[in-house]
C-alpha cells in the first residue's frame, strides 16, 4: 500500500479542468484562457458567463443571462424571517451560511442535479446572494431590508440593498472589479470542499453551504476581515512595524493577507486591487489604510528576506482598504468574497455533476493496533 503523505494535498492533482489556470510562479491568472488583467474590463456578469459557459458573451447572451438572473433575485419571506431571528452579535458568515442553506427549503426542487436543475439553483444564487448580503447588513444596523431594483446589475444591486441607494457610477466599478478578481481561483480550499461535498451527489445548496463553511476560516477568505482588524489594531503608520514584528516572534504568527499556497510571486490580484485603493485613497483623502498596507508590505519583505523567504501580498492584502474607502464594516469584507466566489463555485460545480468521481482519498493510520476489548465494569 502505498503511504506517501501529501500533507494539505500540497501539489496533488485530483482531476481535470477547464475553468482557471494559475501560474504560481509567473503570477498569471487565467480565466478560460484569459488573462485576469485583462477581464478587469469586463462587468462581472460577463465574467460569470465566461465562466459558466466557456467564453465571453455577445450582447443577446449577456442580456438573456441578466434577464435570468433577475427572475429569482428576491429573497423568500422565511429567509429574510430566518436572518431577522438571528442575535445581533451574530457573525455575518454565520449567518450567510446558514441562510443559503436555508435556501434549500423553500426550493421546490433543491435535489436535483442533472444540468438544468443545477443551472437553476446556481442562477437564483448568482442573483440572490449579494441580496442576502446586503439585507443581512441592513438588518444588523437596525434597518429594513430594500427590495432588489431588477434595472441594476449584480454588483449595482450589492451596493443598492446594502445601503438603500441608487449607488455610483464608479462605485459599482469597483465593486465589478472587486467581484471578477474573486470569482475563480482553481482548486482553493472551498472550492475543493465544494466539488467534493458535490461529489457524493448531494444537492448545490450543500455544496455552497460546505463552500461557504470553508471560506470563513481565516487562512483563506476570512484572511480579508484579519487584514483589516489588524490595520485596525495598528491604526497609524508608525506602529506597523512594532506589529509585524510582535506577530511574527510569536509561535506559528502570521500576518494576515500575506502568503499563497500556489503563488511564489506577488499574486496579480494583488497587484491590480493595489491599483484601486491607491486611487480611492487620493480620490477620497483617506489614504490611511493604504499607507499602512505599504510600510506593512515593505517590512514583511525585509523580515522575509532574512529567513531567505519571499512571502507577498495575496488577494486579501488590499481588498481589506478597498472595502474600508467603499465604507463595509470589516466583518462584512469575507460575506464579499462569497458573492463573487459563489460564480467560481458554480463553475465547478458544472463540471464536477457532469463527470463526476467520489472525491474519497486516504489517511494513513498510526494509532494503535491489536487492542482487546473488555466490557466497561471492567476496564481501569
Ligand atoms: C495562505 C497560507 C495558509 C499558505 O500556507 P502554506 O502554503 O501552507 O505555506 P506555509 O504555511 O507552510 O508557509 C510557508 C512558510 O512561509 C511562512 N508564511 C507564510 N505565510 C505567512 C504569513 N502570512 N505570515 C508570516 N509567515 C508566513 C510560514 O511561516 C512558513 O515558514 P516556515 O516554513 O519557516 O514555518 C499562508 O501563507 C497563510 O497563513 N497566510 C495568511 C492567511 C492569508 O492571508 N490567507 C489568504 C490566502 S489567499
Redesign the pocket.
Known sequence: MDETIYR?L?GVNVDTSQICFIDGDKGELIYRGYDIRELTEASYEEVVHLLWNGDLPTRAELEALRAEAQEDVVLPDGVVDLLRCMPAGAGPMHALRTAVSALAAFDPNPDGVDHENVRRIGTALLARMPVLVGTLQRLREGKEPVVPNPDLSIAGNFLYTLTGEEPSEAATKVMDVALVLHAEHGS?ASTFVARSTASTLTDVYSAITAGIASLKG????G?NT??MNALEEIGSVENVERYVLD??AKP??????????VYKVR?PRANILEHVAERLARESGESKWFEMSLEMERV?DRE?AK?G?E?KP????FSASVYRMLGFPADMYTPIFAVARISGWMAHLFEQYADNRLVRPRLVYEGPRGKTFAPVDQRA
Open positions: 494539505g500540497n482553493n481565516p487562512l483563506h477568505g484572511a484579519g487584514v506577530t511574527l506559528n504568527g502570521r500576518i494576515m493577507g500575506f502568503g499563497h499556497r499574486d514583511m522575509m529567513k523567504r512571502v495575496n488577494v486579501d492584502f
